[in-house]
């Protein structure tokens, strides 16, 4: 049996990677007249607001949106309990700082360790048993051979 984790939703931002900046600098230029006075204390407040809209504007419309808003893994609920089982013995070490009490965290911590590596392994076996040298498949075969080289 398999369960989710919850994910952290990823810190919004006004450019990624993926920003196309010319076209930022086009946007940006169509929308800020900089012919206006700069007389008051109000004339400056009303300029900045306006260069900072339009500066948003330009990155929210130059930025493609990100499908990936969280990251979330599937794993066996025993992992998940020899997790939960592995931090409560930590914080009982880091409270009493007894020798029985950190051999106790570190087996529990070796155990999860070799969970984990098994999960990963056998992730990766049953990855490579489904590569194919196909046309139907995208030749995944020779796409993780190129990823390996």
Do not use: C
């Not at 800020?32 to 700069?38: E, I, N």
């Not at 009303?46 to 500066?55: G, R």
């Not at 794993?75 to 020798?99: C, D, G, H, N, V």
């Not at 990963?120 to 048993?129: A, P, R, S, V």
Request: aromatic share 8%; net charge positive; glycine share 2%.
């Amino acid at each position: 049996m398999y369960t989710h984790t919850l994910g952290k939703p990823k810190k919004p931002s006004l450019y990624s990677k993926k920003t196309d900046w010319n076209y930022f600098k086009e946007i940006l230029d169509e929308q800020l007249t900089l012919t206006v006075p700069l007389k008051t204390e109000i004339d400056i407040e009303e300029a900045v607001e306006d260069v900072t809209k339009a500066i948003q504007n330009a990155a929210w419309q130059a930025t493609p949106d990100s499908n990936d808003q969280t990251y979330t893994e599937e794993l066996p609920t025993t992992i998940k309990q020899k997790l939960a089982e592995k931090r409560r013995a930590r914080k009982r070490w880091q409270l009493t700082r007894a020798p029985q009490d950190k051999q106790h965290y570190n087996k529990i911590a070796k155990e999860l360790k070799h969970l984990l590596q098994t999960l990963k392994n056998e992730g990766i076996q049953t990855y490579l048993q489904e590569l194919t040298p196909t046309k139907d498949t995208d030749y995944s075969l020779w796409k993780a051979t190129r990823k390996i080289k």
